[in-house]
């Protein structure tokens, strides 16, 4: 019900005869007591109703309503009734009051009449004589007699408003106990549950390692000697057959009487066994001892058709955390390298994919993958702030590199067939230590030898010493590693244009390359 009128209900007076001295008059109630009437529904707020309606600024008390609800009762026949309907302000309130007032009005006062209909010629029993002034409501005057019609009609007309906004606020808060019934908020949203066959799309980076992983292996290289010293590296699975492809230095400390492990990604592990190495390519073969027919190797891709910003993921064991993957993208492409400390015959060149996917040591010898999941290079090298080139333990800058997997198939191929690597060779020596202009051709060769192999591939060629080579196949070269990671990118028997300068002008040749084998 509504709650427009709480608290303005009139107070009763207190001195008011339980009997009228004179004939009652039409009942006509108060302009501001009748939605209050309409709303007395406890036992507390019975008396003051009843009180209320008998007060007023009439001379005489007015009685209760002289009929009551008619779900109760039959209609009474007492000739107040045809008067209380001429007053539209008392329209509705008796007919309420005497619906929740007689009951309250029977117990409160035994042995007082009820709002019943007294029998033919008698009169309408008076209000209960319980006080109304300890209820806790504040006194309003009454309203002025006149002009009580016009009032009797606004206050109808706000009666009508305040039973309508009574039962629109009834209906909301029924709604809301209703939604509220299971403790629930109206603005809790309960989760789902996941779809149970959730699958992701090919092409993306978990479908593509979890294709990949069963065929990486991490590598465990221990040495002959007492100390048992080695290292962690990385590979993958190349045939069926059981032959692990690797970098050379993953496995260099276990090649003289070391011994070698391969975990897979589900645990297991197996012995292996070197089948060959090329210092200068950096590339490793092993094989397992104990080959599960279960093998799967991974797809090789073409290098040459990779395209700076193609996307990239490795796959490897940083520092030793196997089955790490990591992304990111072709930097760049031909980045002459030279793998190691650079002081020694056991450096290895390459002209490398640069790549930003995060390789740490331990990556070494990882497949760089493209986004089909193909083997596009093997991982090599990074780059470290203030280190140069190579594998030393600093992390990883965004700077990796690694051989371009169309050599590092050749050169597998090789080891897999001979044992022994072969080297295509131009049989000229070069200038290692300078870079800038290009690749010059040393006066001397090592130990005093000459520079130009007599009846090489150079000799043929027409070079000489001094001349300084500057393109070689279409690539720029402005150094001795770059010639060389240039040269091993091919086979021997190829034939390769060749720009060089000799005495301040530009020329050009054909070369075929030669070869050599194993790495001594």
Do not use: C
């Not at 709480?6 to 004179?22: H, I």
């Not at 009551?68 to 045809?82: K, S, V």
């Not at 590296?233 to 003289?256: L, P």
């Not at 196997?322 to 056991?346: C, E, L, M």
Request: proline share 11%; glycine share 14%; charged share 15%.
């Amino acid at each position: 019900m509504s709650t427009e009128n709480e608290g303005k209900a009139v107070q009763g007076d207190p001195a008011a005869p339980s009997v009228p001295p004179t004939p009652p008059v039409p009942p006509s109630a108060p302009p501001a007591q009748a939605p209050d009437a309409a709303q007395a529904p406890d036992a507390a707020r019975a008396p003051d109703a009843a009180q209320a309606s008998g007060a007023g600024p009439s001379p005489a008390p007015r009685p209760p309503a002289a009929h009551p609800a008619p779900a109760a009762h039959p209609p009474a026949t007492h000739p107040a009734d045809a008067n209380a309907q001429e007053g539209p302000a008392t329209q509705e309130a008796p007919t309420v009051q005497a619906a929740h007032v007689a009951p309250e009005a029977h117990h409160a006062a035994p042995g007082t009449h009820t709002t019943h209909a007294a029998p033919a010629g008698g009169w309408p029993p008076p209000p209960p004589a319980v006080p109304s002034w300890g209820a806790q409501h504040a006194h309003v005057p009454p309203a002025p007699a006149a002009p009580r019609r016009r009032t009797g009609g606004l206050v109808a007309a706000v009666l009508a408003a305040a039973l309508l906004a009574g039962g629109v606020g009834g209906g909301i808060g029924y709604w809301a106990a209703e939604r509220g019934d299971n403790g629930v908020s109206s603005t809790t949203v309960s989760s789902g549950e996941a779809p149970a066959s959730f699958k992701r799309d090919p092409g993306t980076v978990a479908a593509v390692a979890a294709q990949a992983l069963p065929s990486v292996v991490t590598i465990q290289a221990k040495s002959g000697g007492s100390q048992g010293e080695g290292g962690t590296g990385t590979g993958f699975v190349y045939d069926q057959e059981g032959h692990i492809v690797t970098n050379n230095h993953v496995v260099a400390s276990a090649a003289d009487g070391g011994t070698l492990s391969v975990t897979f990604s589900d645990g297991k592990s197996y012995d292996a066994e070197v089948v060959g190495r090329a210092e200068g390519y950096d590339v490793a073969v092993l094989k397992l001892t104990n080959a599960p027919k279960s093998l799967k190797p991974l797809p090789l891709g073409d290098s040459d058709k990779v395209a700076v910003g193609d996307s990239t993921i490795a796959i490897g064991a940083p520092f030793g955390l196997s089955n790490t993957v990591t992304t990111g993208i072709i930097s760049a492409k031909n980045r002459p390298v030279a793998s190691g400390d650079g002081s020694g015959a056991s450096n290895s060149y390459m002209s490398a994919l640069q790549t930003d996917a995060s390789i740490n040591p331990g990556n070494s010898g990882g497949p760089l993958l493209d986004a089909r999941g193909a083997v596009i290079g093997i991982n090599s090298a990074i780059q470290s702030a203030g280190s140069g080139f190579g594998q030393s333990q600093a992390g990883s800058i965004g700077l990796g590199f690694a051989i371009p997997v169309n050599q590092a198939k050749n050169v597998a191929q090789q080891l897999i067939k001979t044992g022994k690597p072969v080297y295509p060779v131009i049989g000229a020596t070069v200038n290692m230590n300078e870079k800038g202009e290009g690749a010059e051709i040393a006066a001397r060769g090592t130990s005093g030898t000459p520079s130009v192999t007599p009846n090489g591939p150079a000799a043929k060629a027409g070079l000489k010493p001094g001349d300084v080579i500057t393109a070689f196949g279409g690539h720029q070269i402005d150094s001795g590693p770059s010639l060389i990671s240039e040269i091993w990118t091919h086979k021997p028997g190829d034939s390769v244009e060749i720009t060089y300068e000799r005495d301040g002008r530009t020329a050009t040749t054909t070369v075929v390359l030669g070869e050599r084998t194993g790495d001594s």
